[in-house]
């Protein structure tokens, strides 16, 4: 059971990457299910206990708008990231509902070509496992630099 | 980034345009301006944001922050004052402390040499003075309490803790001026704020263009969507800008009148604006009376590089440090206060997402003073034209104007000798 536990994890998260990598955002807010919980902090916030985030959002609502506002509102010149995940590890597990980390690095790709680290981080989450897939119910994005360089438009 | 920029040809105080219209775009780009600024503006006759006082709530505590490019420390003695130092060792100048923050210190000692500091800044000890075994050491002339960092003085308002290398900075009280002194009580004045998160937002920019930025209120409800979508801030809302005498601080703010929500004047301009975009969650924008004026927007800014927010709930202090002529910091610190019900504080972090690097407002802020870098470049000879609401630095009922980026300059160029 574990093992598969692992293994969807792995799966959603794989397909969470490709999805804001490949610009379908649209898409994004479906990997959050039940009470959704979406949160981009840094690590000094996180170890201090401080609630605010960079983005901060508790409805899939919020996170819909949140692309919206990107396709429509937000003034931001184009760019892409490229993911790069660790292997989950499990954290705990209670019935079906399963907490893990994950380090990630993300690469932003500006529209000269320039290519930098944007982003080094963990993702804390909570899943539900059902149906032999994991679903997402929260994500806290935790970067470790607590410095972001010009601004951060698409999610991570 | 790392561009080699072409030294202006007319970088000179003779070559800066009468009046407050025009600003030569060299005071963007060069390397020699930017070192007088940091000789004339951040060691001079100014007060500078260090931090917040409920950051240092308890003796022992302290915090590293920068004013310019020059570091410094905070503490709070045993004594309960607050104290500010340069922090650069006495003896071969490297930093005191390396920590950004920190609990129960009594003292400060250098990694280098171990010369030891008291947290009021003064030298009290010095690694093998009397030498070894009778033999090295320091000579007899040399006297601990001649040598020591910089000490800053100090003012705290409201809260806000500002400091000040010159001995010729006047009073907090009268650098503001009664105006200004009023919209800070209202925000800060008798409550006890929290701090719910901290960013830093590197901006591709000098530091001046951000400052312009936040004095513009003409570009913000053009820029910025959100603001003119969900009425937060239109030009043809009731409100105003403050500009103090000395023209570097400035009030922008705005209330909330339903009678200009159909105005025909941004229809008429067919801006970007009149857009059919709507929040699918709109408790987002949801938020609380707490200042029982109406005034959902205010921004104020201290020269040179303090900005206290209130938009909506969503209250917090900038603190711009310049990091070479074409690098800034942007230092948020979110706050709530105290006595916040959960639903206060919690609207308050949802409110959090209009601003910062990531906020639906402030994410352009964050790009907008690159652009102009980028687009200067080349063009140090060239000037910016800052006409709209006429030629003058001063209060308006209107937004629709660049009075208090003029003020700016006048402040600039009164400190810069320019
Ligand atoms: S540089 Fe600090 S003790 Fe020598
Ligand atoms: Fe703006």
Same mark, same amino acid.
């Given at each position: 059971?574990?093992?598969?536990?692992?293994?969807?994890?792995?799966?959603?998260?794989?397909? +969470?990457?490709?999805?804001?990598?490949?610009?379908?955002?649209?898409?994004?807010?479906?990997?959050?299910?039940?009470?959704?919980?979406?949160?981009?902090?840094?690590?000094?916030?996180?170890?201090?206990?401080? *609630?605010?985030?960079?983005?901060?959002?508790?409805?899939?609502?919020?996170?819909?708008?949140?692309?919206?506002?990107?396709?429509?509102?937000?003034?931001? *010149?184009?760019?892409? +990231?490229?993911?790069?995940?660790?292997?989950?590890?499990?954290?705990?597990?209670?019935?079906?509902?399963?907490?893990?980390?994950?380090?990630?690095?993300?690469?932003?790709?500006?529209?000269?070509?320039?290519?930098?680290?944007?982003?080094?981080?963990?993702?804390?989450?909570?899943? *539900?496992?059902?149906?032999?897939?994991?679903?997402?119910?929260?994500?806290?994005?935790?970067?470790?630099?607590?410095?972001?360089?010009?601004?951060?438009?698409?999610?991570? | 980034?790392?561009?080699?920029?072409?030294?202006?040809?007319?970088?000179?105080?003779?070559?800066?345009?009468?009046?407050?219209?025009?600003?030569?775009?060299? #005071?963007?780009?060069?390397?020699?301006?930017?070192?007088?600024?940091?000789?004339?503006?951040?060691?001079?006759?100014?007060?500078?944001?260090?931090?917040?006082?409920?950051?240092?709530?308890?003796?022992?505590?302290?915090?590293?922050?920068?004013?310019?490019?020059?570091?410094?420390?905070?503490? /709070? !003695?045993?004594?309960?004052?607050?104290?500010?130092?340069?922090?650069?060792?006495?003896?071969?100048?490297?930093?005191?402390?390396?920590?950004?923050?920190?609990?129960?210190?009594?003292?400060?000692?250098?990694?280098?040499?171990?010369?030891?500091?008291?947290?009021?800044?003064?030298?009290?000890?010095?690694?093998?003075?009397?030498?070894?075994?009778? %033999?090295?050491?320091?000579?007899?002339?040399? =006297?601990?309490?001649?040598?020591?960092?910089?000490?800053?003085?100090?003012?705290?308002?409201?809260?806000?803790?500002?400091?000040?290398?010159?001995?010729? #900075?006047?009073?907090?009280?009268?650098?503001?001026? @009664?105006?200004?002194?009023? /919209?800070?009580? /209202?925000?800060?004045?008798?409550?006890?704020?929290?701090?719910?998160?901290?960013?830093?937002?590197?901006?591709?920019?000098?530091? =001046?263009?951000?400052?312009?930025?936040?004095?513009?209120?003409?570009?913000?409800?053009?820029?910025?969507?959100?603001?003119?979508?969900?009425?937060?801030?239109?030009?043809?809302? %009731?409100?105003?800008?403050?500009?103090?005498?000395?023209?570097?601080?400035?009030?922008?703010?705005?209330?909330?009148?339903?009678?200009?929500?159909?105005?025909?004047?941004?229809?008429?301009?067919?801006?970007?604006? &009149?857009?059919?975009?709507?929040?699918?969650?709109?408790?987002?924008?949801?938020?609380?009376?707490?200042?029982?004026?109406?005034?959902?927007?205010?921004?104020?800014?201290?020269?040179?590089?303090?900005?206290?927010?209130?938009?909506?709930?969503?209250?917090?202090?900038?603190?711009?440090?310049?990091?070479?002529?074409?690098?800034?910091?942007?230092?948020?610190?979110?706050?709530?206060?105290?006595? !916040?019900?959960? @639903?206060?504080?919690?609207?308050?972090?949802?409110?959090?997402?209009?601003?910062?690097?990531?906020?639906?407002?402030?994410?352009?802020?964050?790009?907008?003073?690159?652009?102009?870098?980028?687009?200067?470049?080349?063009?140090?000879?060239?000037?910016?034209?800052?006409?709209?609401?006429?030629?003058?630095?001063?209060?308006? &009922?209107?937004?629709?104007?660049?009075?208090?980026?003029?003020?700016?300059?006048?402040?600039?160029?009164?400190?810069?000798?320019?």
């Amino acid at each position: 059971m574990s093992d598969n536990v692992q293994q969807y994890i792995t799966k959603t998260q794989a397909d +969470y990457a490709r999805c804001i990598d490949d610009d379908r955002l649209e898409e994004w807010p479906n990997f959050f299910h039940g009470p959704c919980l979406y949160k981009i902090t840094t690590s000094s916030n996180y170890r201090d206990g401080l *609630e605010a985030g960079i983005v901060f959002a508790n409805s899939r609502g919020m996170l819909s708008d949140r692309v919206s506002a990107l396709r429509d509102a937000n003034i931001y *010149e184009r760019q892409s +990231y490229r993911h790069i995940l660790g292997q989950p590890s499990i954290i705990s597990k209670e019935g079906p509902m399963v907490r893990s980390e994950t380090s990630f690095l993300v690469a932003r790709i500006l529209q000269d070509g320039d290519t930098s680290i944007y982003a080094t981080g963990r993702y804390f989450d909570l899943y *539900e496992i059902a149906d032999e897939a994991a679903k997402l119910n929260e994500r806290t994005v935790v970067c470790d630099s607590s410095r972001i360089d010009t601004l951060l438009a698409l999610p991570l | 980034m790392n561009k080699i920029v072409l030294p202006p040809n007319e970088s000179s105080p003779a070559s800066w345009p009468e009046g407050l219209t025009r600003v030569p775009y060299w #005071v963007f780009q060069d390397q020699k301006i930017y070192a007088e600024e940091q000789r004339r503006i951040f060691q001079g006759p100014n007060w500078h944001y260090l931090a917040l006082e409920v950051e240092l709530a308890e003796a022992g505590d302290f915090l590293t922050t920068q004013v310019g490019d020059t570091p410094v420390i905070v503490t /709070r !003695d045993s004594d309960s004052e607050i104290y500010a130092f340069e922090n650069r060792c006495a003896h071969r100048g490297a930093l005191i402390c390396l920590e950004h923050r920190g609990k129960h210190r009594k003292d400060f000692s250098c990694v280098y040499h171990a010369w030891n500091y008291d947290p009021q800044g003064n030298l009290t000890g010095v690694a093998f003075k009397d030498g070894v075994k009778g %033999k090295g050491g320091m000579p007899d002339s040399f =006297k601990m309490e001649q040598h020591g960092p910089r000490k800053l003085r100090i003012a705290i308002l409201h809260g806000l803790i500002f400091g000040s290398f010159s001995e010729d #900075v006047p009073s907090i009280e009268e650098y503001l001026g @009664e105006e200004i002194l009023t /919209r800070i009580e /209202r925000v800060l004045g008798g409550r006890t704020p929290v701090v719910l998160g901290r960013f830093t937002q590197v901006l591709p920019n000098n530091w =001046k263009l951000y400052m312009e930025n936040v004095k513009d209120s003409y570009h913000a409800s053009i820029l910025h969507l959100f603001f003119t979508t969900f009425e937060l801030n239109r030009l043809s809302q %009731k409100g105003g800008i403050i500009v103090d005498e000395s023209g570097g601080h400035h009030v922008s703010y705005s209330a909330i009148d339903p009678d200009a929500e159909k105005d025909v004047e941004y229809a008429k301009q067919q801006l970007r604006s &009149e857009s059919e975009y709507k929040l699918a969650d709109p408790t987002l924008l949801q938020g609380f009376d707490e200042y029982h004026d109406g005034v959902t927007l205010q921004i104020l800014s201290v020269f040179p590089t303090f900005v206290l927010q209130q938009i909506q709930n969503a209250i917090a202090v900038r603190q711009i440090v310049p990091r070479a002529v074409d690098k800034t910091d942007l230092n948020w610190t979110y706050l709530g206060f105290a006595d !916040d019900t959960p @639903e206060q504080r919690l609207t308050r972090i949802k409110q959090g997402n209009l601003v910062g690097p990531a906020g639906y407002i402030s994410m352009e802020d964050g790009c907008v003073g690159g652009f102009v870098q980028r687009g200067i470049a080349g063009a140090s000879d060239e000037r910016a034209v800052l006409e709209m609401g006429g030629a003058e630095a001063k209060s308006s &009922e209107s937004r629709v104007t660049e009075s208090s980026v003029r003020g700016f300059w006048k402040a600039y160029r009164a400190n810069m000798g320019l």
